[in-house]
């Protein structure tokens, strides 16, 4: 789910900012939103995602697809994106392609081919190829660790209860309610929160987001980011966020990397554990 708002980032409650983690980061589209080349390409960020090596950013399938022809993509790990944007657009007024620059590194997005899939797996995953060496001039990183194969299923219930899962993101924050109905204020900032395990399929790691437990948790704009689970000490890039419940008070779906569809796709990509 993807939003374009200012402010403060994901769910509102039990979030804090994140700036620790520098290896997460914001999709940067800049896209011809009316058809008529006569007018500046928008600017906008989307998606979150994470840095999982020097060169390759992972994010959601559903983030890099459906756009009009002529669509780029560009990555900054910047913690506060939207102000970014704000001061780029400033400095460089209907000037679509310095805004981007200014703000992100563009890369070229290559997406599972078997996207759309079903809902058992949706094969909802995508990298943005990124030129390391303009990336890393901008910014300083680890990039994040990815999961073993099967290494969620093998722990099973009981520890998955015990594991410590961070969700982060640029997103939005929950629904409010108002005179015109729900609003989702803020996103743009990197935040952080806690999530607690709910429940793993074969594709899917779904994670809690209920607040009395402590739990924070995602919202529109923090797909294709990262659900870190606490491993042998160590945070895992477990999962990225896909979907969850339209006021984003409940759940967060999130798309196992540690799935055989899912090391498949990374496997050009990146090296895997």
């Known amino acids: 789910m993807t939003s374009t708002s200012s402010a403060m980032a994901i769910n509102s409650y039990n979030a804090t900012p994140a700036p620790e983690r520098t290896e997460v980061g914001a999709l940067i589209v800049r896209w011809d939103d009316d058809a008529d080349p006569a007018t500046p390409d928008r600017v906008d960020w989307e998606c979150s ?45 209907g000037d679509p392609i310095a805004v981007s620059t200014a703000v992100g590194v ?21 990298v943005i190829q990124l030129p390391a060496a303009a990336v890393a001039a901008r910014w300083t990183f680890t990039p994040a660790t990815l999961p073993g194969a099967g290494e969620l ?11 410590p899962f961070t969700v982060v993101g640029y997103g939005t924050q929950e629904a409010r309610r108002g005179p ?3 609003t989702h204020p803020g996103g743009g ?8 395990f709910n429940a793993l399929n074969p594709s899917w790691v779904r994670l809690a987001m209920t607040a009395p437990q402590g739990n924070g948790g995602a919202c529109y704009g923090d797909s294709g980011g990262p659900n870190f689970a606490v ?7 477990a ?26 796709f990374l496997a050009p990509f990146v090296a895997l554990p």
């Not at 563009?106 to 995508?126: C, F, M, N, R, V």
């Not at 299923?153 to 998955?160: D, H, T």
């Not at 999962?239 to 779906?253: L, M, R």
Request: aromatic residues 6%; contains cysteine; charged residues 15%.
């Open 106 to 126: 563009e890369g070229l997005a290559h997406t599972d081919p078997a996207y759309p899939g079903p809902s058992a797996d949706p094969h909802d995953i995508a």
């Open 49 to 93: 995602g994470t840095m999982v090596d020097g060169d390759t950013f992972l994010t959601a399938g559903h983030c890099t697809t459906d756009w009009p022809a002529g669509v780029r993509f560009y990555v900054s790990l910047d913690q506060d994106v939207q102000a970014a944007l704000d001061s780029a657009a400033a400095a460089h007024p």
């Open 231 to 237: 491993l042998d000490g160590a945070p895992v890039l």
């Open 153 to 163: 299923g093998a722990l099973g219930p009981q520890q998955l209860d015990a594991t």
């Open 180 to 182: 015109g109905g729900q």
């Open 239 to 264: 999962a990225t966020t896909i979907t969850g419940d339209s006021p984003c008070y409940a759940t967060n779906v999130a798309y196992r990397l540690d799935s055989p569809a899912a090391r498949s």
């Open 189 to 196: 900032v990197r935040m952080k929160a806690p999530v607690g």
